[in-house]
């Protein structure tokens, strides 16, 4: 897809993530006031947001409009359905390498002033 000359990737989320995923978001029905918009088509919103660093506003029409983006964003941010979406794909995936675990070795080395830093 083409935006404005730009390759758009949408459609990142893959099938299998998603189906791990959805069971944790906040129901579309019966919420009071205007309906939201689909909640995989605004997660990949904000998840292009932050793979390209751009501002909100920048956001491409595709996704819908960018302030409902940052809304639902700012809402999942404060009521814990991030959280929950973490915990849900860490607890699918319990065999999988948790990315938060470096050498502590190499994250000392790289962090240590060049002054002091071991020779290699």
Known sequence: MRDAGYVLRADEIPDDLWAVIEPVLPALAGRRGRPWNDHRLTLEGIAWRFRT????????????????????????????????????????????????????????????????????
């Open 53 to 120: 660093g751009s501002p909100w506003r920048d956001l491409p029409d595709y996704f819908g409009p960018w302030q409902s983006i940052w809304e639902r964003h700012r809402r999942w941010s404060d009521d814990g359905t991030y959280i929950r979406m973490f915990a849900a794909v860490r607890a699918a995936a319990p065999n999988e390498r948790n990315s938060s675990n470096v050498c502590c070795r190499s994250t000392r080395r790289l962090s240590a002033p060049t002054s002091i830093r071991p020779a290699p």
